[in-house]
């Protein structure tokens, strides 16, 4: 799997867009963009995938550089329950077996 | 869809007992995973199986640990004997093979060893 970078920590008022960056610079042709975020004391939760085009859900969007390379998960509305650790990952398809690891992750903090 | 259900939430043993966890994936998915977290070691795939059938144990951490699957909506994680080191938080996953979405975790079994 890709290596990816991600800051460490970022704050975000409520009610505000929260954009979370994501650098994936080695990531290959077959490789997709996952985003989960782990809420303290719950679960990972799947939140959006992509490949090469921009991806929205009920959840977030993602946006995808052209060259693939970084990526930007955004919260349109965050609210104080989006405080979590985001996670990005880059990998083949989930379920092809590779094994699903996570790196630091981004700690969001939605203030109100 | 309930989504996947783990039990128990905690658990609480002694050294040397069994332990044995237990988790029902969402109806329908095919792939069902345990991970293992720890402030430590982060998130960790233990095994993963397919259609009921273990793919890959080699993230199991000895014969000390033990998992099973006898059919589509039932998996079992298993430690005997138990250790203190085993003290973590165990998540389930499922999803459905062949496709790119992502795992649905359950909500974890803190286990704590003393």
């Known amino acids: 799997d890709a290596k990816t970078t991600q800051p460490p920590s970022m704050d975000c008022a409520e009610g505000r867009a929260a954009n979370l960056p994501c650098n994936h610079s080695t990531i290959s042709g077959n490789e997709y963009v996952y985003w989960y975020r782990q809420i303290h004391s719950q679960g990972p939760q799947y939140i959006i995938h992509?490949?090469?085009n921009n991806e929205t859900n009920e959840m977030a969007s993602l946006i995808i550089t052209e060259d693939r390379k970084s990526s930007t998960l955004i919260l349109p509305h965050a609210t104080l329950r989006d405080t979590a650790v985001y996670y990005c990952k880059a990998s083949p398809r989930e379920t092809s077996g590779s094994r699903l690891t996570f790196g630091e992750g981004t700690q969001l903090t939605v203030n109100p | 869809d309930a989504g996947v259900i783990q039990s128990p939430r905690h658990e609480v043993t002694e050294m040397g007992q069994e332990v044995t966890l237990r988790c029902k994936p969402i109806s329908g998915h095919n792939s069902l995973f345990w991970y293992r977290q720890t402030m430590m070691r982060g998130l960790e795939l233990l095994i993963y199986f397919n259609n009921n059938v273990p793919i890959d144990d080699s993230g199991m951490p000895e014969d000390r640990f033990s998992a099973k699957m006898p059919n589509a909506s039932f998996s079992t994680l298993k430690i005997q004997p138990s250790e203190p080191r085993d003290s973590a938080v165990y998540f389930c996953?499922?999803?459905?093979?062949?496709?790119?979405?992502?795992?649905?975790f359950g909500s974890g079994t803190r286990l704590t060893v003393v």
């Open positions: 996953a499922s999803s459905l093979w062949g496709t790119a979405h992502g795992y649905t």
């Open positions: 992509g490949l090469k």
